[in-house]
Nanobody, 123 residues
Framework: QVQLVESGGGLVQAGGSLRLSCAAS???????MGWFRQAPGKEREFVAT????????TYADSVKGRFTISRDNAKNTVYLQMNSLKPADTAVYYC?????????????????WGQGTQVTVSS
């Protein structure tokens, strides 16, 4: 089992930045990781994913060039740096772990989920 705990969410003005963290505990941190988000009344959507060794990252078109996913395996932590935030980025952000070395862009590809952290971007 893997436990995931997100942190770093909050309220920020449009154009601002936030960095989300996801701390993993339990088994050895040998998982591909992903970030997803869910706005009120909408389905959970893919944001970014990273392979086990951090060598490959993939982003949703809506965040490409603004968000950066990274990981520190020594700290069992994955990050999501979010810059140039827009009101459309407002959502609960979830961290997810996948029993694979490769990332995935669908929620069905992940085995473990965190509880989520709220990000609110004001205009």
């Amino acid at each position: 089992q893997v436990q995931l705990v997100e942190s770093g969410g909050g309220l920020v003005q449009a154009g601002g930045s936030l960095r989300l963290s996801c701390a993993a505990s339990g088994r050895t941190f040998r998982y591909a990781m992903g970030w997803f988000r869910q706005a009120p009344g909408k389905e959970r959507e893919f944001v970014a994913t990273i392979t086990v060794n951090g060598g490959t990252t993939t982003y949703a078109d809506s965040v490409k060039g603004r968000f950066t996913i990274s990981r520190d395996n020594a700290k069992n932590t994955v990050y999501l740096q979010m810059n140039s935030l827009k009101p459309a980025d407002t959502a609960v952000y979830y961290c997810a772990a996948r029993d694979s070395i490769l990332g995935h862009t669908s929620t069905e590809g992940y085995n473990y989920w965190g509880q989520g952290t709220q990000v609110t971007v004001s205009s």
